[in-house]
Each structure stands twice: as C-alpha cells, then as structure tokens.
C-alpha cells in the first residue's frame, strides 16, 4: 500500500471539502490517504507520503503561502527522490510557479498536470479523473525505478 498525503490551505471550509474530495477519488486498495492543513504539517508527514498533494487556491494565494510558509522553507534542501508531488490549485499562478521550483529541487518527481479548484462544488468526476492520472503516472514512475 502507498501513502498519499494531501495538504491544503488556507484553512477554510472551500478547500478542506475540495481536499477530502481529493482524498475519497483516491482512497482504496492501493492507497492510504491522509488529509491534513499546510499550517499543521511537518517534514514527516511528506516523509511518509509516496505522493505529495499541495492544494491552494489562487484568490488565497498571500493566505496560502504564509500557512505553506514553515513547510516549504523546511522543504529547502530535503530529498524527496522517489516520490511524486502534485499540485491543486491555479495554473501559473505565483504559488503554482514557487511550489514547482521548491519540488524540483528536492528532486521529486512533479506531475505536471495541475488540478483545477474552484469555487464552485467539487465535481467529483473531474477529481476523478484527474487522481487516475495522477496513478497512471506515480505507477509508470515507479516502475522506471524498479521500486
């Protein structure tokens, strides 16, 4: 079983639900899924996870980085070779473009395909979708590995 690890902010009802959305479209079998604020999480928890989920959405990109703040600095010079990193939130916004640069220097492997929040109810099909993608590509990246 892998760990998956979904981090969101700011800590707002929107985000929260949008998180654990996330989270029911990828629970099962082959995954263990632990939803949890920017603002409370560490290193260990991405030290567990073998795909790491940063959500944030655009209008809160001050608020999002400053709960991002801690865990991102301690990002700085970690090692995260062998797991996968990806993103919710806004394509190219600032947050976006910093946490693509933070990830790729720790060496872990960023999916490209950034999903999409907004205001509006979750659509749960298009979390759907996107979280296969997300498997698709963790499966093919671990199998370029041998892990």
């Known amino acids: 079983m892998s760990n998956v690890v ?3 902010a700011p800590e707002k009802n929107a985000i929260k ?3 654990k959305a996330m ?9 263990a899924v632990t939803v949890k604020s920017a603002a409370k999480s560490h290193i260990p928890d991405l030290a567990a996870a ?23 600095r301690a990002c700085e010079g970690v ?3 062998g797991k996968v990193a990806a993103i919710a ?8 473009s910093q946490l693509k640069k933070i990830l ?9 395909q950034v999903f999409e929040l907004s205001d509006r109810e ?7 979708d996107w979280a296969k993608k997300l498997y698709a590509f963790f499966k093919d990246y671990r199998s370029a590995r041998n892990v």
Do not use: C, H, P, W
């Open 6 to 8: 979904i981090l969101y």
């Open 17 to 19: 639900e949008q998180a």
């Open 23 to 31: 989270a029911q479209a990828i629970d099962g079998k082959e995954f």
């Open 50 to 72: 073998d795909i790491m989920i940063f959500g944030s959405r655009e209008e809160n990109a001050a608020e999002s980085e400053s709960e991002y703040r801690e865990i991102l």
């Open 79 to 81: 090692n995260f070779a």
């Open 89 to 96: 939130g806004k394509t190219g916004s600032s947050f976006d």
């Open 104 to 112: 790729s220097d720790t060496d872990a492997a960023v999916f490209q």
């Open 122 to 128: 979750v659509n749960k099909k298009a979390v759907t």
